[in-house]
C-alpha cells in the first residue's frame, strides 16, 4: 500500500509506516505525477483535490485532517469512487479558546462589559456550539443563526442572519466555505452586510477567509463602521496587509491549531484510513501529547472581578498577542508561522486552584472546560 501525505501533519509520523510505504511532501507542492501510484491521500487545506490533482491516478481515499473541506471536490470522488473523509470537531475546542481569548481582549482593551453584550454566532456547528457554551460562561447573550440546522430542528432556537447583523454587539463566524447551492457562504459578508450593522459592531471570523469580501470589510473598517478579529484571509497564503493593519487582532489562520485539534484531526484520518483498508488499528490516537509547563494554575481572587480571573487563567493558557504579533512583524511568513507553530494545549489541560475565589466564577471557568481544585 502506498499513501502520500502532507509534511506537516502533526503526529503522523510513525503511525502507518508498518502498514504503507509513505511518502511526505509539503502539503501546497503535491503534484498529479507524484500520486499516480498512490492509494490514499493525507492532507490538510493546502493541498486542491480535484480532477488536474486525481485524474489517472489510483487514489481510493482522501483523508484531510481539518474540519473544512472545500479543497476537496466531493463531486469529482463521488464519480470516480474515490473516499473522502475530513474531521469535523475536531478543533472545536481550540477555536473556543481562541474566540474566549479574543472577547476577553476586546472586553479589556475597549472596556466592554461583556455580560451587557450580545454575541451572534453565525454557524452553531461543533465549533459555533462550543463558541455559544463559552459566550454564556462569559454572562453574554447568545443569538444563533444556522440555516441547515433550523431546517431541521425547527425555528424555536434561531434567527434570521438580519437580526443578528441588526441587534448584535459582536459577531462570530463558524461555517463552512460553500461556493453555491441553498447554503452559500462565498462572500455572505459584503458591503450589504456591513451595512446593517450597528456603528461599532465587533466582527470576528475564523471559518474561511472567502466568507468575507476582502474590499467590502476594508471599507467597514475605513470609515469606522465596525472593528474586527481577522484570523482567516482571502487568497491564504498571500494576504491583504492594509487589512492586516487595519484589524484590531489579526492571525495566521491558527485558531483550531491547539496541540489537541492536530491531534483529534490526524486520529480521526488515520482511523478512517485503517477501517476503509482494514488495517490493525482501532481507536489509534498520538502516543505522547505534549504538555506544557505550568499546567497548575494558581491565582489569588482579592480585589479581583470574576471577569479578570477568567481572564488570568485563559491567559495563562493562551496569549492571543503573541499569535497577532507574529503575523504584523511577518506577514510574508504566513505558512511559516503555521508550519511553526508553537505548543498550545486546551482549557482542559489546565488545573485552576482559586485562592479566596468564589463559586460563581468556579463554576464559570468549570463551564470553560478548567478543572478546579
Known amino acids: 500500500m502506498k499513501i502520500v501525505a502532507d509534511d506537516k501533519i502533526p503526529f503522523l509520523r510513525g503511525a502507518l509506516e ?27 487545506t493546502r493541498t ?35 473516499t473522502w473523509t475530513n474531521a469535523p470537531g475536531c478543533n472545536s475546542s481550540s477555536v ?13 482593551d475597549h472596556h466592554l462589559n461583556l455580560e451587557d453584550k450580545t454575541l451572534g454566532i453565525v454557524g452553531a456547528g461543533n465549533v459555533g456550539s462550543k463558541v455559544e457554551k463559552a459566550a454564556k460562561a462569559l454572562g453574554m447573550n447568545v443569538m444563533l443563526n444556522d440555516p441547515p440546522r433550523e431546517r431541521r430542528e425547527g425555528k424555536k432556537n434561531f434567527v434570521l442572519l438580519g437580526d443578528i447583523l441588526y441587534n448584535a454587539d459582536i459577531i462570530t463566524v463558524h461555517v463552512p466555505l ?31 477567509g472567502e466568507v ?28 491583504d496587509t492594509d487589512l492586516m493593519h487595519l484589524a484590531f487582532i489579526a492571525t495566521p489562520h491558527i485558531a483550531g491549531y491547539s496541540t489537541d485539534g492536530k491531534a483529534n484531526g490526524t486520529a ?7 477501517r476503509l483498508f482494514d488495517l490493525p488499528l482501532k481507536n489509534w490516537y498520538p502516543q505522547s501529547v505534549p504538555v506544557p509547563s505550568g499546567t497548575n494554575i494558581e491565582i489569588d481572587c ?6 479578570d480571573i477568567i481572564s488570568e487563567a485563559v491567559n495563562r493558557t493562551y496569549n492571543i498577542d503573541q499569535d497577532d504579533i507574529r503575523l504584523r512583524l511577518g506577514p510574508k511568513d ?32 468549570r463551564e470553560l472546560g478548567f478543572r478546579i481544585s
Open 18 to 44: 508498518k502498514f504503507a510505504e509513505i511518502k511526505y511532501l509539503p502539503g501546497k507542492d503535491i503534484r498529479n505525477e507524484m500520486i499516480r501510484d498512490a492509494d490514499a491521500l493525507l492532507i490538510r
Open 178 to 208: 460553500n461556493i453555491v447551492g441553498e447554503d452559500c457562504t462565498w462572500h455572505l459578508f459584503g458591503e450589504k452586510s456591513f451595512k446593517k450593522m450597528r456603528k461599532g459592531t465587533w466582527f470576528i471570523n475564523t471559518s474561511r
Open 48 to 82: 486542491k483535490c480535484n480532477e488536474e490533482l486525481l485524474k489517472d491516478t489510483s487514489i481510493r481515499f482522501i483523508g484531510t485532517a481539518t474540519i473544512g473541506f472545500d479543497h476537496i471536490d466531493i463531486h469529482y470522488c463521488e464519480k470516480n469512487n474515490i
Open 302 to 307: 482579592k480585589r479581583k472581578s470574576n471577569t
Open 212 to 239: 468575507v469580501d476582502t474590499p467590502a470589510i476594508k471599507k467597514a473598517l475605513v470609515n469606522d463602521k465596525i472593528r474586527a478579529v481577522i484570523d482567516v484571509w482571502e487568497n491564504e497564503p498571500d494576504i
Open 268 to 274: 480521526m484520518v488515520v482511523n478512517s484510513l485503517a
Open 334 to 365: 504566513f505558512e511559516r508561522h503555521r508550519g511553526d507553530y508553537p505548543l498550545r494545549r486546551e482549557f482542559t489541560s489546565y488545573r485552576v486552584k482559586l485562592r479566596s475565589g468564589n463559586t460563581v466564577v468556579k463554576q464559570k471557568l
Open 96 to 108: 473556543q479558546q481562541y474566540i474566549t481569548a479574543a472577547l476577553l481582549r476586546i472586553s479589556k
